[in-house]
């Protein structure tokens, strides 16, 4: 089974590490970082890089794609290279995956028409442009396609994929390996939960908030 997890200059790493450290242990897997050339792509702080070891080329027809989200998503959607290789890829994929803002760059390729998709909160209308259906959802499954929300999200949509490719104790083992057991300190991780005032300082303040 090949995964191909794509990079691009500021990307957000938990996005593609994440459902890596997940989809890492699914029997049989060969997960491969790729990107328009080898070599280091730094994430959306510049503080950190993961390594592409495979071109677009080298891995044309992956059985699972995943697109990260970040702020180089924007730059992402105008890459005719990247969107030419999704949907080559997703004719023959098992699954095609994103998470974050990601799910942008499968619109832009085309990939999202008519399917309910979801992505990071403050960029949701946004998915109409590409004639997705918003879902304000942390996972959602339309047919093959698999989209998550922000973030952290994507651990999630990782492990809900192990339970659809291998059943749901293989999942749960995963879960368990990488103890995933999320207790955070304050229940005020979407904009439903979170208090009025911190989504207002966060909308006025985030460098999480789309380029244009």
Partial sequence: MDIAILLFDRFTSLDAV??????????????????????????????????ADATLADLP???????PGG????QAEKDDAILDWLRTAHETTTWTTSVCTGSLVLGAAGLLEGKRATTYWLALDDLARHGAIPTNERVVIDGKVVTAAGVSSGID?????????GGDDLSQMIQLGIE???QPPFDSGSEAKAPAHISKIFRDN???ILES
């Avoid at 491969?32 to 993961?50: H, M, Q, V, Y």
């Avoid at 027809?61 to 697109?67: A, R, S, W």
């Avoid at 949509?157 to 490719?165: G, R, S, V, W």
Wanted: hydrophobic share 40%; proline share 10%; aromatic share 6%.
């Fill in 71 to 74: 702020p180089g998503q924007v």
């Fill in 180 to 182: 995933y057991d999320p």
């Fill in 61 to 67: 027809h992956p059985d699972i794609l995943l697109v």
């Fill in 206 to 208: 985030s460098r999480f």
């Fill in 18 to 51: 994440g459902p890596y450290e997940v989809l890492s242990h699914l029997p049989g897997a060969t997960v491969t970082f790729i990107a328009d050339e080898t070599g280091p792509k730094r994430n959306d702080t510049g503080s950190l890089a993961l390594v």
């Fill in 157 to 165: 949509m990782a492990l809900t994929l192990a339970a659809e490719i």
